[in-house]
């Protein structure tokens, strides 16, 4: 039912955790099967310096968010606003079909990161 690439990020998942002093955080849910994917940030100069994620959800989603991670970082926040959730299903050899949900997660959860980051760089720049 899954590809190898999906059961080597669900078995091994990258990037999992917490960062302490992000500074752009996202988090998702999906109200179907209730799955969680929070994104943790650390952004600078533009360039995603470091990225995790907790997942409390189904295997493809700790795969999705696990190979999303590893997509996006060293890339730029506009880079990474362009990740669709195709790019990650494709990344991963495909996904079932009742679990491409799960990769939409991944998408929106990075992207709310990004938004959170922006908010809070540009409450900065305002506060000088
Ligand atoms: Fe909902 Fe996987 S079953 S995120």
Known sequence: ??????MDHFMNPRNVGKIEDANGIG???????GDIMKIYLKVENNIIEDIK???FGCGAAIATSSIATEMVKGKTIDEALKLT???????????????VHCSVLAEQALKAAIEDY???????AVSG
């Not at 039912?1 to 999906?6: G, T």
């Not at 988090?27 to 099967?33: A, D, I, Q």
């Not at 990650?88 to 009742?98: C, E, I, M």
């Open 53 to 55: 994620f907790q997942t």
């Open 85 to 99: 959730n195709k790019a990650v299903v494709d990344a991963l050899g495909g996904l079932p079909s009742n679990k």
């Open 1 to 6: 039912m899954y590809s190898d690439k999906v």
């Open 118 to 124: 922006k908010k809070n760089n540009q409450r900065e």
């Open 27 to 33: 988090e998702v849910g999906n109200s179907k099967c």
